[in-house]
């Protein structure tokens, strides 16, 4: 990149830090709107997450108003999406059933950040038995299919929405811990690393400030793709029955209320709240390939 | 007679390696007094990075360790103290310099923070602080307009500004010693000259010690007072670097001098010593330069020849500078 050619200059002029970083940011801004699924992968997350933030605002109805009058009625103008079987707006519900969705993606991959990056860091720094024992644990958390594994962790820790948030967010650790750990153990051979040795600075400090900051554009793809992970396992969830209780509205939880419907013909209740699923994973897969893309070139050039 | 510094008195590196142990250091004594500047060279894999590593006692830990040996730095040895408290030296009575100025900053650091992060660690210092000397640091070592480089990352600059930036690094707590391993391998010519300039007037001003290692005898003749010439980890010369020049002894130092261009002699091809260093875990019985050596004796391959005082401040390892000495006496 130009930043390496003007290395070769004697005494070059550097520009001023701001314009630099300006540039910077738009070239960033620029490689993600010349991705063309990002940009729609970003806009169905800025969507959903708006609609969640507005729900309140938008919603026609109440998500949990009764109305038996008026039950399974079809998609029309005073219910867009239609009726469930207690005769709440579907509409409504998969307003509010966005909230809770993001919300448990965000607290469920937080979880698996915070434990995760730290174990996969440490175990790769200090290597030695410490790391075996680690990263061994990790292998057996990986070992059980996912659903599986965050069912026992649900169901043990007693149904409900913080339990499946604490279940999805232990179940995404080892993907968070394998990363860190392959980037500490590339990174902590680097010369900048040794040379940080070399004035004295503490290992805990190397590895959270210096070796961290270093593995943030991988992490932050891993982070990205997490979210529809955790969202479409915490869905399951609810639609097993381990996850948000009755009434609230989870779109999980709909489609499993809303399934004996599909036979006698009531759509609308599993299809809206299933393409609320659809789009908001797709939106983050999307987001985390283009991100992954973006990246991974611009830091190696970087260098 | 100046107080020594450091003393460096039998020291043994080893690592293990899958093909058994690599003794790269082997029983080496260096001294350095305040103030004094002490060049290492050798050829690549003759053990000098591996000495200075084992003095900041940064060795890998997992292969490399120091099987013997004594590493004193103002008296205390370094090799038995615990972790603690050689970080307590490290970067703050003794710093290093390393050889590629590319990549040893950290990329996604400010250039501010990973100048002054020895001085908060070691000084104790606030942020403010901290980016004020800094600032200081930078503007001492020759960067113009520090107040802005300070917020810059490291690719933003060249490579003569990041070996500038190392420097001001490395001296940002006046250490006593200033290890740099070849500090001027990476960067041209032109700015060579500048940062070895910058690192002299930095001594005379802070009375820094220099260990400077280097293959390059160029810089060597520029910096230092005297000079230690490392074979296949073993010193087989050490004098001042008037007397390397105009008299050196071992076989190994006037090979190096020989392979010098020469502006008068207008050669067309370098002299070049023949072979390569020996793989250190197939040494040489006898003296480990032998196989290589123009002036080989028989028992060159028997017996290995000891570092020996040949004159006044002049240490030789090899048998026929004892013979001669022995013939004179």
Redesign the interface.
Known sequence: MSETATTLVPNPVPQPSARADLRKRQTFARLLLKNRLAVLGLSFIVIWTLLAVIAPWVSPYEPTLTDTASKLQSPNAAHWFGTDNFGRDVLSRVLYGARISIWTGLIAVAISLCIGVPLGGIAAYYGGRLGSVIMRLMDILLAFPSLVLSMAIAASIGAGLTSAMIAVGIVGIPEFARLMYGQTISLKEKEYIEASRAIGVKDNVILFRHILPNALAPLLVQATLGMGFAILTASSLSFLGLGVKPPIAEWGAMISEGREYIISGQWWLVTFPGLGIATSILGFNLLGDGLRDILDPRLRSGK | MTAKLLEVSGLRTEFVTGGGVIRAVDGIDLKISEGETLGIVGESGCGKSITSLSI?Q?LPS?IGRIAAGEIRFKGEDLVRRSGREV??????RM??I?Q?P????????RIGRQVA??AR??LKIGRKEAETLAIEMLRKVGIS?PE??V??YP????????QRV?IA??MVCKPELLIADEPTTAL?V??QAQILDLMRELQREEGTAILMITHDLGVVAEMCDRVVVMYAGQIVEETDVRTLFRSPQHPYTRGLLDSLPQLSEGRERLASIPGQVPNPLELPAGCRFAPRCPVKMRECEEAVPELLTTEEGHQCRCFLRQKEKEAVS
């Open positions: 900041m940064l997992k970080r307590r030296v490290r970067g703050n710093a290093m390393f590629e590319m990549t040893s900053l950290n990329p996604v650091i992060e020895s660690y070691h307009r802005q480089i917020k810059q690719h933003e600059l060249s490579g003569g500004m990041r190392m690094m490395a041209d032109t700015i």
